[in-house]
Nanobody, 122 residues
Framework: VQLQASGGGLVQAGGSLRLSCAAS????????MGWFRQAPGEEREFVAA????????YYAESVKGRFTISRDNAKNTLYLQMNSLKPEDTAVYYC????????????????WGQGIQVTVSS
C-alpha cells in the first residue's frame, strides 16, 4: 500500500492542525494504521494507532486528550486531528500501515508515508 501524508505546517502554540494520509494500491480497510513522529536527534516515537474498523484507538500519553486519530475507509484516508499544540509536538510526522492489530512499535509496521513537517512556535 502506498501512503501520502499531507496537512502539516507551522502553527502557534495552542493552535490546531489536521494531518491526512491517503492510501492507495491495496484494500485500506485491511490495515491497522498508525501515526509516528520524529524530532531532530530523537528516535521515531508512537503517537496514535487505530484498528481496521476505527473501533479501537490508542494514544501516547503525551498526546492523549489533545490528538484524535480517525479513518474513513470509504475514502481510503487516515486522519490525525491535533489540538492544543505545544512546541514539543514539533517533529516530522509519519503515517504507517500494518496488516495485523495496531501496535506502538514502529518497527512492526510494513508501509510508511513520506513524512510531513509539523512546527509549533511558542
Amino acid at each position: 500500500v502506498q501512503l501520502q501524508a499531507s496537512g502539516g505546517g507551522l502553527v502557534q502554540a495552542g493552535g490546531s492542525l489536521r494531518l491526512s494520509c491517503a492510501a492507495s494500491g491495496r484494500t485500506f480497510s485491511n490495515y491497522a494504521m498508525g501515526w509516528f513522529r520524529q524530532a531532530p536527534g530523537e528516535e521515531r516515537e508512537f503517537v496514535a494507532a487505530i484498528n481496521w474498523s476505527g473501533g479501537g484507538r490508542y494514544y501516547a500519553e503525551s498526546v492523549k486528550g489533545r490528538f484524535t486519530i480517525s479513518r474513513d475507509n470509504a475514502k481510503n484516508t487516515l486522519y490525525l486531528q491535533m489540538n492544543s499544540l505545544k512546541p514539543e509536538d514539533t517533529a516530522v510526522y509519519y503515517c504507517a500501515a500494518r496488516l495485523m492489530a495496531p501496535r506502538t512499535e514502529p518497527n512492526v509496521y510494513d508501509y510508511w508515508g513520506q513524512g510531513i513537517q509539523v512546527t509549533v512556535s511558542s
